[in-house]
């Protein structure tokens, strides 16, 4: 595994301080009094921040004044939140979580079909930091059911492609074995998205176990290993899966693969049967300097569409749910009324979604207490008319998961509860997805989630003995936003300014590799580890 240097950012930092006249104070912002917490160093104390343009030119204990002065005294001044599972780059959801002190979305699970596409949409015209995987479901969902490349290009719509897939009353992507030649299509997509620049390979093979071959897992990960980008992964078999498929098998198959290949790992939401052997195995290979991490959500509840495949007329999945307890209306907020109801709306409604209880209620208190994981919230966006909630809407009209809402403000407010240290929620929060993106090579990750001159200013300003959820599952307040956070900055812009989200400011950046102008060559590097190797007469056709 290449480890590449974080020291680039040094020369940045010396062009733009060195310009700077300290002795006129020529700073933009100044945040003052605050703790500034830096989990890259350990660096806590007392101090004062200067900014400049985009970057953190200053931190000293110094006074310092600029065009604009934040007192932050008694709150807590650190690199901004990085959700790793966002599967919604909307203007009212990226407002929400810009609320919860997120600066940075990205999908590693479910992707994107069309790179290009997705980051050319969001150019110039996103609140928050973004960024993308390249995705199995998607592209799975182009080659085998014929939907269109720029419909599957961005998963703010991903219920309305999985309604799509489902129009003739078969998702070809979660439930068949692609043919040889859809493989090599697919194989083929997925290279041109890395080259794209995808931040990551990205597969929900979870929702499509029983049509996704181990092999084209192996495939995708050689793929993953062959440009040193993370694979993520929504592993086989589901939280609704009973035994012998047990949650903690499923990720085993792509922690076999990429031990093999050498490969770096990102897996989704751990927080199934099994989680903690899971987050033991991460543990253990991280000592062992493997790139490797694992992320959570603090919720029992899930998220899906009420036609994905786990949920669909006979299948497995649903010996162990009740779907008169478990699953809930996100129209009425209640569970349905009988098994009759659910499936007409299935038939009759496909994208909608639902909550449903996936887990038990003790594990919600068990999980702060995990280290180097990272922390995010799996948002999907709501759709009216098609489209995703415009970003004036207001939050008592959310009719979404509460954790959308509230994720950071739960994790703090537990670690609060529990004596668990700040230092070590604010690492997870942001630090961990920084630390192993950097590792491999990704610029805007050597220069995010660290509290530092000369990193760029994405900064979360919050009160560690206020900061809470107020988010719940009732009307009008799944998307109550948390309290306790009254300053947000992307690259040195304020998001939420005195506890309010500015709606007319655009500044994030896309979080992305340089774009590579080569053609796919489906060269996975694999030929010395075949069976056939060294008797080329004997090589099977399409290899």
Known sequence: MRVFPTTFVLTLFCLVACSTDRASDGYDIVIVNGRVMDPETKFDQIANVGIVGDRIVTITTAGISGGRTVDATGHAVVPGFINTHSHSFGGFDQK?????????????????????????????????????????????????????????????????????????????????????????????????????????????????????????????????????????????????????????????????????????????????????????????????????????????????????????????????????????????????????????????????????????????????????????????????????????????EYTGHPRNAGTYGIVFRQAREKGIPLMEMVNNASYVPAKYWSMLGLEAMQERGRMQEGMIADITVFDPEQIAETSAMMTGQNGSPTEGIPYVLVAGQFVVDQGVAKLDTRPGRPIRYPVIQDEPDLDLGDEAFQWWAGYPDVRPEGR
């Open 96 to 396: 929400m979580m810009a609320r919860d002190g997120t600066t940075t979305i990205l999908d590693t699970e479910l992707g994107s079909a069309a790179i290009d596409v997705f980051y050319d949409r969001h150019a110039g015209n996103s609140l928050l930091n973004y960024g993308m995987g390249i995705g199995h479901e998607p592209i799975r969902q182009v080659v085998m059911d014929g939907l269109d490349r720029e419909l599957a290009a961005d998963p703010t719509y991903a219920l309305n492609t999985r309604g799509a897939a489902q129009e003739d009353g078969h998702s070809s992507w979660a439930v068949d074995v692609p043919t040889p030649e859809q493989r090599l299509q697919i194989l083929r997509m997925f290279e041109q998205g890395i080259l794209d620049g995808a931040v990551a390979v990205a597969s929900t093979v979870g929702y499509m176990s029983y049509g996704t071959p181990t092999a084209e897992m192996f495939d995708l990960q050689k793929l993953a290993k062959k440009y040193d980008r993370l694979f993520g992964a929504h592993t086989r078999f589901g939280p609704t899966d009973p035994l012998p498929l047990d949650y903690s098998l499923g990720t085993r198959e792509v922690i076999a693969n990429a031990v093999a290949l050498d490969g770096a790992l990102i897996l989704s939401h751990i927080i199934n049967q099994g989680w903690d052997e899971i987050y033991e195995l991460t543990r253990r290979l991280q000592e062992k300097g493997m790139v490797i991490f694992s992320e959570y959500y603090p919720a029992i509840t899930g998220n899906p569409n009420i036609s994905t495949p786990q949920l669909l007329p006979g299948r497995p999945e649903l010996e162990t749910i009740e779907i008169t307890k478990d699953v809930f209306s996100t129209t009425t907020g209640k569970p349905y009324e009988s098994e009759e109801a659910f499936f007409k709306e299935q038939q009759e409604n496909p994208a909608k979604p639902i909550f449903i209880t996936l887990r038990p209620e003790e594990w919600l208190e068990q999980w702060p207490y995990m280290k180097d994981i990272a922390i995010a919230n799996d948002v999907v966006a709501v759709l009216v008319d098609g489209e995703p909630m415009p970003i004036e809407t207001d939050y008592s």
